[in-house]
């Protein structure tokens, strides 16, 4: 038995990484997905690829600190696959730099994405699929943190910052969603390094930086604060999200999940 059949799941930042794997996964396993992104022709292209695997997967294109895209894309949901269950707010930026140089404008970016669009998407899924929403049956939402959200990491304090913002939403909204009863189970997850355009760019701009000398010297030095050797890659993530949306997971709710290879307990 499929793990998510009869589910319809929004991901937002579903057009690379980490989202594009959630959304493979929880289209294999059997939910209709609603892909969301700034990127049209990447995420049009990983939906059309979920379609000939099988799968039931749209595009649309969202920016999540846009509230009224919100709108459409639960909209979208309710009216393409009849209901709204999972969402994953994944979509995320980073920026890396030291707070002395650190710009106000930069500062509201990231909060507009990582944080603004992750508290819009509870709203916007909370109103869709509490009872007497549009969908009306629970669910659970999964927020994409970072263990940069739980330890303190040079040059990345404005993304840790938004980071950490994520992982107390999920906790308050994981009460309040309990407490009044809408049935939705809330829950973050906090990867180390994963292998996607953000996991390449963070480790390029530590060294840009001059933390690392070069690449090389950069993979090797962090792969040593990895137990398990290696560092992630998006299907590590994937299968964890997975474990958060399907029934498997029916009485766990506001707890963090780190996925991270042991980096953080090292
Ligand atoms: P990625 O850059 O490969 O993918 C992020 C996606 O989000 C992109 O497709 C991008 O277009 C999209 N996006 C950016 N701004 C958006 C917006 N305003 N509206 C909608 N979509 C937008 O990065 P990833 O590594 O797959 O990251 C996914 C999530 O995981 C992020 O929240 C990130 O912070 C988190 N994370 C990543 C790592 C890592 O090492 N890669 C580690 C910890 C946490």
């Known amino acids: 038995k499929q793990n998510l059949s009869g589910k319809v799941a929004y991901v937002s930042g579903a057009a690379s990484g980490i989202g594009a794997a959630i959304a493979r996964v929880f289209a294999a396993e059997g939910a209709s997905v609603l892909l969301g ?30 509230e009224r895209q919100w709108e459409s894309a639960l909209a979208c949901a309710v009216e393409e ?21 650190v710009e106000l404008a930069d500062i509201n970016k990231l909060l507009a994405v990582n944080v603004a669009g992750v508290i ?10 509490r009872p007497g929403g549009s969908a009306g049956k629970g669910g659970s939402i999964i927020n994409l943190s970072s263990v940069a ?23 308050a909204a ?11 189970r809330v829950n973050s997850i906090h990867p180390g390094l994963v292998d996607t355009d953000m996991g390449v760019k963070l480790v390029d701009d530590f060294v840009g930086l001059g933390v690392f000398a070069d690449r090389e010297t950069a993979l090797r030095q962090m ?24 029934e498997q997971s029916s009485w766990i709710t506001g707890t963090e999940i780190v996925v991270d290879g042991g980096m953080t307990i090292s």
């Open 81 to 101: 696959f009849g209901g709204m269950d999972l969402l994953v707010n994944n979509a995320g930026i980073e920026q890396t730099g030291l707070l002395a140089d």
């Open 174 to 184: 994981a009460v309040e969603c309990g407490r009044l009863g809408y049935g939705i």
């Open 120 to 129: 819009l998407g509870h709203k916007h899924a909370i109103r869709t699929m």
């Open 37 to 66: 992104d700034v990127q049209v022709e990447r995420g049009e292209t990983v939906a059309a690829h979920i379609r000939e695997q099988g799968g039931r997967a749209l595009f649309i294109h969202h920016d999540v600190s846009d």
């Open 149 to 171: 959200g739980l330890i303190g990491t040079p040059a990345l304090g404005v993304y840790s910052a938004t980071k950490g913002a994520v992982r107390l939403l999920s906790k």
């Open 223 to 246: 792969l040593e604060t990895y137990p398990i050797g290696r560092t992630g890659v998006p299907g590590d993530i994937a299968g964890t999200a997975l474990f958060l949306a399907s």
